[in-house]
């Protein structure tokens, strides 16, 4: 994989990737996706039919640098998430600096229709985060709180701001959202996102797709292209929020 902004470097290592990536000051929302070129955000209705080579690596660098992973109940259930480990080059960098062997896992549900006996909960390495509004269902959360934490971001309806604002409060300020769509499509509506990760595969698609946000109303928000990363015909772009 090769730099090829804002300078070039060719045969770039993992560490020199952490240093390209970071870990910026205070509450930090960076999102990673994977897109065709023609915007398609997934292929036969996964994510991973898309993954170009060394998109994976991307993804293993940016949870290890991650406090928090933060999915959607719908791409937890759709991509078969299990309970959430990096690998152990991953755990040791952490252990290094003095952070959690790994990332805390936080899925953010309305309906909560969690089973609370899944791997992902039982399996956890570090008890994971499940968010939700006022209005799920009491039973429901009660059972979840045995396994997770609960955090509740807004009454009727999901609060982004008061999510991120509770993930910080336990610690957790650098956030890394992996999908999906309607839950990506959440976090721009509401202004609360800093960073994003975009893998560009060279593929084509077409067909009816979904982009890798989709909202209600549209949010247009300026961004700056920080780094470009290339590996073959892949491109791995980062775009920061302007301020």
Excluded: K
């Excluded at 595969?201 to 990363?229: C, D, F, K, N």
């Amino acid at each position: 994989m090769d730099l090829v902004l804002p300078a070039v470097e060719t045969g770039v290592s993992d560490a020199r990737l952490l240093e390209v990536y970071g870990r910026p000051p205070g509450v930090w929302l960076r999102a990673n996706f994977v897109a065709s070129l023609d915007g398609a955000a997934t292929s036969e209705g996964l994510s991973a039919g898309l993954q170009p080579p060394g998109d994976g690596r991307v993804f293993e660098l940016l949870r290890r640098l991650a406090d928090v992973v933060l999915v959607g109940a719908g791409t937890v259930a759709s991509e078969g998430y299990t309970a959430l480990r990096v690998d152990d080059a991953s755990v040791a960098w952490r252990r290094e600096r003095g952070m959690p062997e790994h990332p805390v896992f936080a899925i953010a549900s309305r309906r909560l229709d969690l089973d609370p006996g899944s791997p992902i909960f039982a399996d956890a390495p570090v008890r994971p985060i499940v968010v939700t509004t006022g209005e799920s269902a009491e039973d429901r959360r009660g059972r979840l709180a045995a396994v997770a934490d609960v955090l509740v971001a807004g009454e009727a309806e999901f609060d982004a701001q008061r999510m991120r604002a509770g993930l910080a409060e336990r610690g957790l300020t650098q956030i890394l959202c992996e999908g999906g769509p309607s839950f990506f499509g959440s976090l721009i509506e509401a202004g609360v996102l800093d960073e994003l990760c975009l893998t560009v595969a060279p593929r084509l698609l077409s067909g009816g797709a979904q982009r890798i946000a989709h909202a209600s109303a549209a949010r247009p928000t300026p961004m700056h292209l920080e780094h470009v990363l290339r590996e073959g015909d892949a491109l791995f772009l980062c775009y920061r929020r302007e301020r």
